[in-house]
């Protein structure tokens, strides 16, 4: 999206998706089509035999179910997202049965309608909290999270605002005391989560932090990280100082990173940031070598092609030999789907849709902004203005939490937003020692959305092609 975008070519998004240059034959979101529908059986499978398992009581039957059709609800949301409607499999089907294993293509709405249900009665099945130390299970706050950003997503305001006040009435989670935390193991299954993804770096875990950690620092030798994706000046400039200016403002241009959103710091590494013990260097210095976190005009050495690096997800308690690759291949970061940051959000921009903005709503986006040290949003703001302020807070509070590329197809604000090339922070050190700030093209950050064709990705070809009743489906301009 235009919050960042990875270093090397081979990275997907950076080549087909940034290009768009793919067809139905060789899109990269093709893998997500066979691999919804594969789990999708897979939890067709549980809600029809679960009553079947030898000793099963009814209480465990309407747990399994209700986590069943959590997970189904999942990926056919997932797929929305990607396709808009698509067949609506609600059996495990019988492969010998050619008759039975094709469906027709439903409609987007008839979709959106089908994964309501199943939130609906998911959230029925579920308890609020699990018993003892069962973490990552799917919880009723859980499945009216998923229920209420669905709504958003399809623009049901009434409804979002329905169900997220569903959530605040089961009075379990609150706002985090501090933001950065959430994203780290010390924070891990804090109140604000309602749903994450569980890791534990042994037997399952992921790479982000090797992916994400800034490149080695030649003086200090303190990141130990390979610095592949970068934010971007696009999103650094979103961020508000504590005054109240926007984060292009003229009159910080001397002093860009001083006193700005707390939620900045806790998500992005600058130029002089401190990090385990020492600083991250991000200015333009063509002596540097190909271990530098330093600034990459050109891509030569593979440094941060945008002047910036992650901190959100990454774990500044570990020692450099922690961090090392080659010490920890994997770690064990949980991953948060939903929490109550976003469903304050969500309600927020349903009020402000439907036009009922009012003093709960306003006093949810201030208690983010509080958290993050900015002024709170006057009264009496229009629904213009509120509408763009409401995106803005949405952009910083959930940065690189995937939701912004939703965001904007959603908003249909794409072709504005995704055209064109990303811009990065060129930073130079003046023979007295003081910093020049210039804002230019990043390498590599061209991008190109043509509307209407990229607000869906095609269906796959073989889907089509092995499927006669999606004969004539295929999305527009695919």
């Not at 940034?18 to 067709?44: F, H, M, Q, V």
């Not at 808009?84 to 019988?94: N, Q, S």
């Not at 064109?420 to 130079?428: E, V």
Request: charge should be neutral; include cysteine.
């Amino acid at each position: 999206t235009d919050n960042q975008f990875p270093t090397f070519n081979w990275v997907t998004s950076r080549g087909a998706i940034a290009r768009r240059d793919y067809t139905p034959l060789n899109s990269p979101a093709n893998g997500e089509w066979t691999n919804a529908y594969a789990r999708i059986r897979k939890c067709n499978l549980v809600i029809e035999k679960a009553s079947t398992i030898p000793g099963i009581s009814e209480e465990q039957t309407r747990q399994l179910v209700g986590q069943a059709k959590f997970m189904r609800a999942y990926w056919f949301f997932h797929l929305s997202n990607f396709f808009g409607g698509v067949p609506l499999v609600d059996k495990a089907l019988d492969r010998t049965s050619e008759a039975d294993i094709f469906y027709p293509r439903s409609t987007y709405e008839q979709t959106v309608q089908f994964i309501q249900n199943d939130l609906t009665e998911a959230a029925d099945l579920l308890p609020v909290t699990w018993p003892g130390n069962s973490y990552g299970r799917a919880t009723k706050g859980a499945a009216l999270a998923m229920k209420s950003e669905l709504e958003l997503y399809a623009g049901k305001w009434a409804d979002c605002v329905a169900t997220s006040n569903q959530i605040f009435a089961l009075n379990k989670y609150s706002l985090a005391t501090n933001y950065g935390n959430m994203f780290v193991p010390i924070g891990e299954s804090g109140p604000e989560v309602i749903f994450e993804v569980q890791f534990d770096g042994a037997n399952r875990g992921h790479s982000a932090e090797i992916f994400l950690s800034p490149r080695t620092d030649p003086p200090s030798g303190i990141a130990a990280g390979w610095g592949h994706v970068m934010p971007t000046q696009n999103l650094v400039d979103e961020y508000e100082f504590t005054d109240g200016a926007p984060g292009n403002d003229p009159a910080h241009a001397n002093d860009p990173y001083t006193g700005r959103d707390q939620r900045f710091y806790a998500s992005i590494l600058y130029n002089g940031s401190d990090w385990r013990g020492g600083k991250v260097w991000t200015y333009y210095d063509p002596a540097v070598n190909y271990n530098s976190s330093f600034f990459d005009l050109n891509h030569s050495h593979q440094g941060t092609l945008t002047g910036y690096y992650f901190r959100k997800y990454i774990d500044e308690s570990l020692t450099p030999s922690e961090a090392n690759y080659y010490n920890r291949p994997i770690n064990g970061t949980n991953a948060i789907l939903y929490r109550l940051g976003e469903i304050f959000l969500n309600y927020a921009e349903a009020k402000n849709e439907l036009g009922q903005f009012d003093d709960d709503a306003l006093q949810k986006i201030n208690a983010l902004r509080a958290r993050g040290g900015v002024p709170a949003l006057p009264g009496g703001l229009s629904q213009t203005v509120l509408r763009d302020r409401i995106r803005r807070e949405r952009r910083v509070e959930l940065a690189f939490e995937g939701k912004r590329y939703w965001d904007l197809i959603r908003w249909r604000t794409a072709e504005q937003v995704l055209n064109g090339t990303l811009k990065a922070m060129k930073i130079t050190k003046k023979p007295d020692g003081s910093w020049n700030y210039e804002r230019v093209n990043a390498f590599g950050g061209e991008r190109k959305f043509e509307a209407p064709r990229d607000y869906l990705f095609p269906i796959p070809q073989t889907a089509i092609d092995r499927n006669e009743k999606l004969s004539g489906q295929q999305n527009p301009g695919w």
